[in-house]
Nanobody
């Protein structure tokens, strides 16, 4: 069974930075793409960024220029570097990995941006 374990969330002041990590229980090369989504209470889960097996990246307009997604296949890990954080970035962030047939999800990690 595939497991995705996130870490790196927390409380940060506006303008600060955090780096999220997601470690997969199998090789990240098993997935067509991996990414990060976020969700606030009462809202749908939205894509933040994703990265394909070939390294192509895609970002939500709201985070372009501030967030960077990367992957280290040797460590089975995908990262989300978040800079210039804003209060509106506050959410639970979920790691996602997908194949042709399945989507896998982590348990989520809380990111709170507040002074």
């Amino acid at each position: 069974q595939v497991q995705l374990v996130e870490s790196g969330g927390g409380l940060v002041q506006p303008g600060g930075s955090l780096r999220l990590s997601c470690v997969a229980s199998i090789s990240t090369l098993s997935f067509n793409a991996m990414g990060w989504y976020r969700q606030v209470p009462g809202k749908q889960r939205d894509l933040v960024a994703d990265i394909s097996i070939g390294g192509s990246t895609n970002y939500a307009d709201s985070v372009k220029g501030r967030f960077t997604i990367s992957r280290d296949n040797a460590k089975n890990t995908v990262y989300l570097q978040m800079d210039s954080l804003k209060p509106e970035d506050t959410a639970v962030y979920f790691c996602n990995a997908r194949t042709v047939l399945y989507h896998y999800w982590g348990q989520g990690t809380q990111v709170s941006v507040s002074s």
